[in-house]
């Protein structure tokens, strides 16, 4: 009965992800068609060209969005298997600066607080930056106007004392990375719903809304725990508890980050 029960939560997930993308994808579709019907239109009247050339460039810009889902949802499809390290957190995020600070755009200032003698984890370096660029873009669009990303390390032994900021997280030694934005923050009934595949309130093209299910996916297969908090108007914190790592970290293995070069 058990395994019927998943299968049946497994179907209805995929029925979800896929009439998600078919929704999205069905509204690029009208942008585009209906674009190009206005263009061939206006082709047949004699001051039509600027009417049609901008007709074109607005259907144009429609199937480049589709474009870049497809896109996305490729690279979500294909994910690669994990593959853990031994990682200094310190080092992956000061490795990451300038691929963050392209991310976060012209407006948005990024403070990076390490924390000397910062435990090891165990995580895949690659979905690690994924997940790392993922905050920093929700974090640009929660700032259209300006402010700071501020990202955060610490070593955390929790001892199961919740009247802390630890909510719900396993006691245990770990390693919390936060990652907090002075942007608009978010409503409770977003807030409940962010890590749930394609759940967006983006712009269709724009957000695909596996950006958070990514981070979650990410943190559980590593063995962690994420919690967001957000205030409407004050901004939002992402809080990625890894468990420490307990073995040595070998020199070599803290560098490994800072390869995927011009995303946005
Ligand atoms: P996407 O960014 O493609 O929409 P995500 O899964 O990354 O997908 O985020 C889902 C939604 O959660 C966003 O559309 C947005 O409404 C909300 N959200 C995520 N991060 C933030 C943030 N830092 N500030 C405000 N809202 C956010």
Known sequence: VEDQLRQFQKMEAVGQL??????????????ITGNMDIASRALDTEEGAARAKR??????????RAAALTQRLLAFARRQPL????LDLDKVVSGMSDLLNRSLGELVKLEIVTSPGLWPVEADPNQMENAL????????????SGGT??????NAHLDGDYSSA??????????????????VGMPKENLARVFEPFFTTKEIGR???LGLSQVYGFVKQSGGHVNVYSEEGDGTTVKMYLPRFAGALAEED???VGRIEGRS
């Open 18 to 31: 896929t009439g998600g993308i078919a929704h999205d994808f069905n509204n690029l579709l009208t942008i």
């Open 55 to 64: 007709a074109m460039g607005n259907a144009m810009k429609g199937a480049e």
């Open 83 to 86: 593959s853990p390290k031994p």
């Open 133 to 144: 660029i993922n905050l920093a873009v929700n974090a640009r669009d929660a700032m259209p």
């Open 149 to 154: 990303l501020t990202i955060e390390t610490a």
């Open 166 to 183: 630890h909510t719900e997280v396993p006691p245990g030694n770990y390693v919390v990375l936060s990652v907090s934005d002075t942007g």
């Open 207 to 209: 957000g695909t809304g």
């Open 254 to 256: 803290a560098v490994e």
